[in-house]
């Protein structure tokens, strides 16, 4: 059989699933969707961010919850010079986790820093949004963080 | 995304409570060179299987190679449409996508001269008269819409002849 006899097809797979968010990560996608982080109060008083309904070192309901960020502090990075097609950014960026002003956790997202010599881990850095228009209640409301005074577009 | 209107709609909004989270893979596929070649069969409306050169066992689809002995099975054995229904179940639950009207039937067929069933759907006979040993036969699509897939066999009917002996198909349940 010749190679050319060999088939190739593309495929796709998909779930449309959907799912409820409860009531804490439902307040962290409004914020979101309004331009601002919101973490909940743990059992040690620590802010957890993005906030669970549960403190996961002491399983206690978590407290109320407050207001952090928008700035924050890259804890660790890692670049990426290839994006895929379904990252956040179709140029080069890193994956970091940033510790929001008045959060006790670290969230991952993109930073948007042009090039790696750019980022270190201490910078700090804030989030931009979409336009409020475009927010729709999602971790994609913040398009990227950006070092603060110096953004990369 | 979620089930509210958007903030710049102008309408209320409330809490966000729901979150799309589709999972899609994009990817591309081969079958390569052995199940190729049951596909291009498929493809001209017959079922190619390959016999093993050490224990004479034909496989249909082939996978290249003899999950026995070990060894690439080379010679292509083009197989009857007709076959007989070692086993099946009745499928009464409904699910997204489905294309055919519950209750149906999906069987193992073993096709005559192979030595390995494969699944089908059983039609042309109401579910609870389907049977171990009931003799079938293949439905093919129209000959202009044969393509190099599953999907160009319709399904297996009854062809009128007597059930076959249990012993006939005893080692292939």
């Known amino acids: 059989m010749a190679d050319s006899d060999v088939l190739h097809a593309k495929h796709v797979l998909e779930y449309p699933y959907s799912r409820s968010v409860g009531p804490v990560i439902g307040a962290f996608l409004t914020a979101l969707r309004d331009g601002r982080f919101v973490g909940v109060v743990g059992s040690g008083g620590s802010v957890i961010v993005p906030p669970t309904e549960y403190d996961p070192i002491t399983g206690d309901d978590t407290g109320e919850l407050v207001e952090v960020g928008p700035g924050g502090v890259v804890e660790s990075w890692a670049w990426v010079s290839h994006p895929r097609r379904k990252h956040p950014l179709a140029h080069p960026f890193a994956w970091a986790l940033i510790t929001l002003d008045g959060a006790g956790t670290a969230l991952l997202h993109a930073v948007d820093a042009g090039a790696p010599d750019a980022l270190s881990t201490g910078a700090r850095v804030t989030a931009r949004f979409r336009p409020a228009g475009e927010r729709v209640g999602s971790m994609s409301d913040v398009e990227a963080f950006v070092l603060e005074g110096g953004a990369a577009r | ?173």
């Open chain 2, 1 to 173: 995304m979620t089930d509210q209107p958007s903030a710049g709609s102008g309408e209320p909004i409330g809490p966000v409570t729901m979150l799309a989270t589709p999972i899609r893979l994009d990817f591309d596929f081969t079958p390569g060179v052995a199940q190729s070649r049951f596909l291009r069969g498929l493809e001209r409306g017959t079922f190619l299987g390959q016999r093993c050169p050490t224990c004479h066992k034909v496989y249909v689809p082939s996978r290249g190679t003899c999950p026995t002995d070990g060894v690439a099975t080379t010679e292509d054995v083009e197989l009857a449409g007709t076959g007989t229904v070692t086993t099946y179940c009745v499928v009464n639950v409904p699910f997204a996508g489905q294309s055919i009207e519950i209750p149906y039937i999906a069987a193992q067929v073993l096709l005559d001269g192979a030595n390995l069933s494969f699944m089908g759907l059983i039609q042309e006979i109401p579910a609870d008269e389907v049977r171990m040993g009931m003799r079938v036969e293949a439905v093919w699509v129209a000959p202009d819409e044969l393509t190099p897939s599953l999907a160009s066999v319709r399904y297996f009917r009854p062809n009128g002849e007597p059930d076959a002996d249990y012993d006939t198909y005893k080692e292939y349940l």
